[in-house]
């Protein structure tokens, strides 16, 4: 393979001194390299998806993957992957060594003539997030999303997978908290909190956030995501880490009951976890603020999550109501439609037989005996 | 309060699906499979399926595919009855939204994926059909509809209100994975957003589009 040429880049010289990176992840090439310098790409894995309109294995390069951008992204985009690329350089070595275990941190940006932001270099999610998925008789082994954790016990071995109980819940909910306290330290928004951009390992109870290369300094658009608005980002405005807090704190709220309504809300105020004595007031407070401003930060929850105080330099904010909870659902109040009758071979429904109507017929009958009785 | 979309799967499952049966039932337990394994989309769409012949049968009543424990077997066999089978479907959206809205849900338009491999053998399937998507009806339907085999063109191009999709000559099993895959990209996509996203690259189908499409 011939040696990648190097182009003027804002950390080109943030490696080792000849262009390359100092990626302890081992990346091998500089932060910037053109679609040529990577070498042959396998099919893609994903195609479509958000920002990218393709992401390809790098033959070359197993384990790195391609992620490539529709090409009407922001010209600024380059300098923005720039920025994320050698951010990790300014933090203290044990963040910096969760933040590239616990998310595809983009290694290195993808340009060619005429285009500086193609896309990025990625590394794959490790293997561990994967286990097979089983319902019936079928099972497909496959990433695991961290939706599954706002779900029941049951619900997880439905499918085949380890129940969690709470030391599973509040595992992969420390690492969440912990991996937005570094962005937020970062000054980076990251706006996609949801089930579908983390992976979750049931045997390490780890967790695995994806997509972080659309990370943006202080503010970025929000995206709107079904069940996942902050009420007090009114639509068409940026998202901030204010907003993170929000969807943070639904997430964490969400995978520590594994329940994904309203419910949430209520079982978070009945303050459960004994050992996180502060987990709740911090949770509610980013949940149901009315400023804000004043939402507690990633790093508070992280801290009342691993059993510490609810620690603050400002006070309290108030707080709106909590949500009403669904109604209960009970065999009388959804009513299914009536079971078929199984289907004959030709097609045809056999006939139903009902006592119904001569049930009625009988009791008229003896209403009309009694009136006629009674009259003599 | 949770977005939802009441899905409504409706297959032909008329004589001439007879041969295909096997893969009929193996890509409906698919698309279980596929639900019940992605909480998110099994939540936002609650699918109810809808096997049709000479009389109606709902298979699975509108329900959140995770709480299923498997597909029931779908006999194929008898005519190809689309009148009835819509006046069923009207019947099931007024049912089930109420019981949707009683669970707190946003619930919005619903959607009919409708299959078949022939054309109508009842003469008199424009009534029931008009009724069903008579927009002056609040819950009326959008209707994605995926012909092969021997459906009619021209008669699909009537009953898709949103989106068609005609076989490109592949088999009929290829294109009843083919169509339950787009369906299934479709209701991902549409979850993700929160809005119906039709997956329109479906393998083995042209993607005609609507040309009158209904405003909602």
């Given at each position: 393979?011939?040696?990648?040429?190097?182009?003027?880049?804002?950390?080109?010289?943030?490696?080792?001194?000849?262009?390359?990176?100092?990626?302890?992840?081992?990346?091998?090439?500089?932060?910037?390299?053109?679609v040529s310098d990577l070498g042959p790409m396998a099919e893609p894995i994903s195609e479509?998806?958000?920002?990218?309109?393709?992401?390809?294995?790098?033959?070359?390069?197993?384990?790195?993957?391609?992620?490539?951008?529709?090409?009407?992204?922001?010209p600024e985009d380059a300098q923005r992957l720039d920025l994320l690329i050698s951010a990790p350089g300014t933090l203290p070595e044990a963040d910096r060594a969760v933040l590239y275990a616990g998310t595809c941190w983009p290694a290195a940006r993808i340009h060619e003539p005429g285009n500086p932001a193609v896309g990025c270099v990625i590394p794959m999610a490790p293997e561990q997030y994967r286990a097979e998925l089983r319902r019936g008789t079928f099972g497909e082994r496959r990433f695991v999303e961290i939706d599954w954790l706002a779900k029941s016990d049951d619900s997880n071995r439905g499918v085949g997978l380890p129940p969690l109980g709470l030391a599973g819940r509040l595992a992969a909910c420390r690492q969440l908290t912990e991996l937005a306290a570094i962005l937020e330290s970062l000054g980076l928004v990251y706006s996609d909190w949801s089930f579908s951009n983390a992976f979750w390992s049931p045997d390490r109870r780890s967790v695995y956030l994806i997509d972080v290369d659309g990370c943006q300094p202080k503010k970025m658009p929000d995206i709107h995501q079904p069940n996942w608005a902050d009420p007090l980002t009114p639509p068409g405005t940026d998202a901030d880490g204010y907003?993170?807090?929000?969807?943070?704190?639904?997430?964490?709220?969400?995978?520590?009951?594994?329940?994904?309504?309203?419910?949430?809300?209520?079982?978070?105020?009945?303050?459960?976890?004994?050992?996180?004595?502060?987990?709740?007031?911090?949770?509610?407070?980013?949940?149901?603020?009315?400023?804000?401003?004043?939402?507690?930060?990633?790093?508070?929850?992280?801290?009342?999550?691993?059993?510490?105080?609810?620690?603050?330099?400002?006070?309290?904010?108030?707080?709106?109501?909590?949500?009403?909870?669904p109604p209960a659902v009970t065999a009388t109040a959804v009513e299914?439609?009536?079971?078929?009758?199984?289907?004959?071979?030709?097609?045809?429904?056999?006939?139903?037989?009902?006592?119904?109507?001569?049930?009625?017929?009988?009791?008229?009958?003896?209403?009309?005996?009694?009136?006629?009785a009674a009259n003599h | 309060m949770s977005l939802c979309l009441p899905t409504y799967?409706?297959?032909?499952?008329?004589?001439?699906?007879?041969?295909?049966?096997a893969v009929l039932n193996a890509t409906l337990s698919r698309l279980h499979y596929n639900l019940a394994t992605n909480p998110r989309v099994s939540e936002f769409a609650r699918v109810c399926v809808?096997?049709?012949s000479t009389d109606v049968h709902v298979v699975i009543p509108m329900s959140d595919?995770?709480?299923?424990?498997?597909?029931?077997?779908?006999?194929?066999?008898?005519?190809?009855?689309?009148?009835?089978?819509?006046?069923?479907?009207?019947?099931?959206?007024?049912?089930?939204?109420?019981?949707?809205?009683?669970?707190?849900?946003?619930?919005?338009?619903?959607?009919?994926?409708?299959?078949t491999d022939g054309g109508p053998t009842d003469a008199n399937w424009q009534n029931p059909f008009r009724e069903l998507v008579d927009r002056d009806w609040p819950r009326h339907p959008h209707v994605i509809a995926y012909g092969f085999g021997g459906a009619k063109r021209d008669v699909l191009e009537q009953v898709a209100?949103?989106?068609?999709?005609?076989?490109?000559?592949?088999?009929?099993?290829?294109?009843?994975?083919?169509?339950?895959?787009?369906?299934?990209?479709?209701?991902?996509?549409?979850?993700?957003?929160?809005?119906?996203?039709?997956?329109?690259?479906?393998?083995?189908?042209?993607?005609?589009?609507?040309?009158?499409?209904?405003?909602?």
């Open positions: 393979m011939t040696e990648p040429r190097l182009i003027d880049g804002a950390d080109d010289n943030a490696g080792d001194g000849d262009g390359r990176a100092a990626d302890p992840r081992g990346w091998m090439l500089p932060r910037t390299v053109s479509h998806n958000g920002q990218a309109v393709a992401v390809k294995p790098l033959t070359n390069h197993p384990g790195w993957l391609a992620k490539l951008y529709r090409p009407d992204q922001h907003t993170d807090r929000y969807r943070l704190a639904l997430l964490v709220a969400k995978c520590m009951t594994g329940q994904r309504d309203a419910r949430a809300f209520h079982t978070v105020a009945a303050s459960p976890w004994e050992n996180q004595p502060a987990a709740s007031e911090v949770l509610l407070d980013m949940l149901l603020a009315t400023d804000r401003e004043r939402r507690p930060s990633a790093a508070q929850l992280n801290q009342a999550l691993n059993g510490g105080p609810y620690l603050r330099t400002v006070p309290r904010p108030t707080r709106t109501e909590l949500p009403p909870p299914k439609p009536e079971p078929e009758p199984p289907t004959t071979p030709d097609g045809k429904k056999p006939e139903p037989f009902s006592h119904d109507g001569w049930v009625v017929v009988l009791v008229i009958a003896l209403i009309l005996l009694f009136v006629i | 799967v409706v297959i032909d499952a008329s004589t001439s699906m007879k041969p295909h049966e809808v096997a049709f595919m995770e709480q299923v424990p498997a597909m029931p077997e779908v006999l194929c066999g008898g005519r190809t009855e689309y009148g009835k089978t819509f006046d069923r479907v009207r019947e099931c959206i007024e049912q089930d939204v109420d019981n949707l809205r009683m669970q707190n849900f946003s619930v919005l338009r619903p959607t009919v994926f409708f299959l209100t949103k989106a068609l999709f005609i076989a490109d000559g592949s088999d009929t099993e290829s294109a009843l994975s083919g169509a339950i895959t787009g369906l299934l990209n479709t209701l991902i996509a549409s979850s993700k957003t929160g809005q119906m996203q039709i997956a329109t690259d479906v393998k083995g189908f042209e993607y005609v589009q609507v040309a009158q499409e209904y405003v909602d």
